[in-house]
């Protein structure tokens, strides 16, 4: 009995604590794809960024090409919801399943139907020619545009609101990662073979939910009808 009690006492002794840490408690689970991160902020009854849309839409939406529409990144549903609200005939896609889940139930209490999509926007094949309305607001990736221009039909738009630049400098919410900010002038590189509608760099003060005051942001509205 002294024997084997002196023999744990040693084998304690010989154990590094940190292999007691990592035996006794379980590692945080840490969210390996973009999805599961937001599955874990999108884990609660609040709506992060509220349940309204973004004032821009909300304030263009009487121009928008109406149709079949495609909501890139929605997130938990305000904007695609408002638009199915407002008649499109809306497919929200997101990383997230959870903010998806969100957003049906969104749907739901205001008596429309929004199609989902859960798919990772870095390898989603959009297609050709297949809606009227392409909206991106708050996922900022350019690798996307061309994606975007190629699966509008023709004459259909596409409308964005993400953070610029001078985002980090403004306020504390918004990526703070300069690949996820609008740099001057990039959309309108991309988009300059296309009509531009609407174009603003410019400081709004913001009121959805985690976004609260000044926010520096580029909009855009751009119509896929080439000019010479
Ligand atoms: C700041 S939230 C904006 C949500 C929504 N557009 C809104 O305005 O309420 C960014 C969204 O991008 C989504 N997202 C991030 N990375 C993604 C990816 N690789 N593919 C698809 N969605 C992604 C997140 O799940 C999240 O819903």
Not at 49 to 63: D, I, N, R
Not at 93 to 119: F, H, M, N, P, W
Not at 176 to 186: D, G, R, S
Request: charged fraction near 25%; aromatic fraction near 10%; glycine fraction near 8%.
């Amino acid at each position: 009995m002294k024997t084997a009690l002196s023999f744990i006492i040693t084998l304690c002794m010989t154990i590094p604590p940190v292999l007691f840490a990592q035996t006794t408690q379980p590692a945080a689970r840490r969210a390996a794809t973009p999805g599961e991160q937001w599955d874990q902020r999108f884990d609660r009854a609040m709506y992060l960024y509220g349940k309204e849309p973004v004032a821009f839409l909300k304030e263009k939406a009487g121009l928008l090409k109406k149709g079949k529409t495609l909501c890139l990144a929605a997130g938990e549903g305000r904007n695609a919801v408002y638009l199915a609200q407002q008649g499109f005939d809306v497919t929200a896609l997101d990383a997230s399943k959870k903010g998806l889940e969100k957003c049906t139930a969104l749907a739901k209490q205001r008596g429309v139907t929004v199609k989902t999509i859960v798919a990772d926007l870095s390898d989603y094949d959009m297609g050709k020619e297949q809606y009227d309305l392409i909206t991106d607001f708050y996922y900022h990736d350019q690798k996307m545009f061309p994606k975007i221009m190629a699966a509008l039909k023709p004459g259909g738009m596409f409308i964005m609101q993400n953070f610029s630049i001078d985002q980090p400098k403004t306020n504390r919410f918004g990526p703070k990662n300069p690949a996820y900010l609008v740099k001057p002038n990039e959309v309108l590189s991309h988009f300059s073979g296309y009509r531009i509608l609407h174009y603003e760099d410019t400081v709004v003060n913001l009121d959805e939910g985690m976004h609260q005051g000044a926010g520096a942001v580029v909009r855009l509205i751009v119509v896929k009808e080439g000019v010479e």
